[in-house]
């Protein structure tokens, strides 16, 4: 069974940062592009960064490019988010999620459970 | 990016009857659509891929069809389970977009 856990959310101050981890399990993850797609509260979803299977490409929104970085470990099975300069609005509930495809340009499926992250004074 | 924008925001129904919710993409996306159904408190999970097939596991009342820049998602008879929000999303642009979401529930 694929799993996809989150940790590392939590009340951060503005202008703070934070690392998210997601480990993964169930399936070869040196082989699936991965995501980062976050909802705020009481609203839609947003996709914030995708990374390919080797972690040459990656891509983000707009609303976080140049403060947010996305990673792995292939051989810890691991994906990160490191989140800096985080502002309220980034306040949010950020979902770990699989690609479909090792580039990261199919669907995804599945999802994790979500980390929320609080960015408030 | 591409928009994609979902109607109607809110639909009302009653169980056993059938849902029609729609998406439309501000450009071309050929097929490259799918579709998740959110409960409240969970993850959101896939239902429907490149416009019209049925993730594993998925009911077959659920149904996805259109092409090009208009799709739906069709649930031919709903079940109690089904009321929840569902977004649509495109891969057809090199960044990943979603629809805002339309909330299906109870009459």
């Known amino acids: 069974e694929v799993q996809l856990v989150e940790s590392g959310g939590g009340l951060v101050q503005p202008g703070g940062s934070r690392r998210l981890s997601c480990s993964a399990s169930g399936f070869t993850f040196s082989s699936s592009g991965m995501h980062w797609v976050r909802q705020a509260p009481g609203k839609g979803l947003e996709h914030v960064a995708v990374?390919?299977?080797?972690?040459?490409?990656?891509y983000y929104a707009e609303s976080v490019k140049g403060r947010f970085t996305i990673s792995r470990d292939n051989l810890d099975n691991t994906l990160y988010l490191q989140m800096t300069s985080l502002r309220t609005e980034d306040t949010a509930t950020y979902y770990c999620v699989k690609d479909a495809y090792h580039t990261g340009r199919g669907w995804f499926d599945p999802w994790g459970q979500g980390v929320l992250v609080t960015v408030s004074s | 990016d591409i928009v994609l924008t979902q109607s109607p925001a809110t639909l009302s129904l009653s169980p056993g009857e059938r849902a029609t919710l729609s998406c439309r993409a501000s450009?071309?996306?050929?097929?490259?659509i799918a579709w998740y159904q959110q409960r409240p408190g969970q993850a959101p999970r896939l239902l429907i891929y490149?416009?019209?097939n049925r993730a594993t596991g998925i009911p077959d009342r659920f149904s996805g069809g259109g092409s090009g820049t208009d799709f739906t998602l069709t649930i031919s008879s709903l079940e109690p389970e089904d009321f929840a929000v569902y977004y649509c999303h495109q891969r057809s642009d090199w960044f990943p977009t979603f629809g805002q979401g339309t909330r299906l529930e109870i009459k």
């Open positions: 990374i390919a299977y080797n972690g040459d490409d990656t």
């Open positions: 490149d416009g019209f």
């Open positions: 450009q071309y996306v050929a097929s490259y």
